[in-house]
T-cell receptor, first 112, second 114 residues
Framework: QQPVQSPQAVILREGEDAVINCSSS?????VHWYRQKHGEAPIFLMI?????EQKGHDKISASFNEKKQQSSLYLTASQLSYSGTYFC?????????????FGKGTLLTVNP | DTGVSQNPRHKITKRGQNVTFRCDPI?????LYWYRQTLGQGPEFLTY????????KSRLLSDRFSAERPKGSFSTLEIQRTEQGDSAMYLC????????????FGSGTRLTVV
């Protein structure tokens, strides 16, 4: 089943923070986050595995709560380059699946 | 690492014609995935391979769609008797095995059925 992302869209000014959420009705083994700019391929940001971990690099981090079947992506001190559509991709089941089901995306616009 | 390469970038075809797309994954990646993306939507799973074995095919995929990955290298996706509803961006991605790794997507093939 397709994960649900919220919000659908968010507009920020440079330097502001944002949180994007991803929820699933099924048990999750892993969650991926990708960013896609208009007309380009999705770019991998990070993967979180079952175990409730948190990851981050630079000013982008994410958490995964397997009990709540939710993941959140945190963007702090946003930059113009952060603009794009963010997708979460979820892997369900016992971890033998390897395929991802993507949400509909969250459009992030960062203005000067 | 030359990335994932997809050809052609754009394809315009008449309804009822057959089309074939090619994907060349990153050479060290054993897993290869095909997704379809329409405007305003996330990528939708079509099928995936581990080496040359096709391990799963979406139930949404009709019999008009077929994919191959001979010798576990490049892959082709064929759509027979195209319909207007097939118009979309077709994305190929590859990933390593031996754990959980992110996908590297190609730039896609945009199909327009007229």
């Amino acid at each position: 089943q397709q994960p649900v992302q919220s919000p659908q869209a968010v507009i920020l000014r440079e330097g502001e923070d944002a949180v994007i959420n991803c929820s699933s009705s099924k048990a999750l083994y892993s969650v991926h986050w990708y960013r896609q700019k208009h007309g380009e391929a999705p770019i991998f940001l990070m993967i979180l595995l079952k175990g409730g971990e948190q990851k981050g690099h630079d000013k982008i981090s994410a958490s995964f709560n397997e009990k709540k079947q939710q993941s959140s992506l945190y963007l702090t001190a946003s930059q113009l380059s952060y603009s794009g559509t963010y997708f979460c991709g979820t892997e369900g089941g016992g971890g033998s699946n390897y395929k991802l089901t993507f949400g509909k995306g969250t459009l992030l616009t960062v203005n000067p | 690492d030359t990335g994932v390469s997809q050809n052609p970038r754009h394809k315009i075809t008449k309804r009822g014609q057959n089309v074939t797309f090619r994907c060349d994954p990153i050479s060290e990646h054993n897993r290869l995935y095909w997704y379809r993306q329409t405007l305003g939507q996330g990528p939708e799973f079509l099928t995936y391979f581990q080496n040359e074995a096709q391990l799963e095919k979406s139930r949404l995929l009709s019999d008009r769609f077929s994919a191959e990955r001979p010798k576990g290298s490049f892959s082709t996706l064929e759509i027979q008797r195209t319909e207007q509803g097939d118009s979309a961006m077709y994305l190929c991605a590859s990933s390593r095995t031996g754990g959980r790794y992110g996908y590297t997507f190609g730039s896609g093939t945009r199909l327009t059925v007229v």
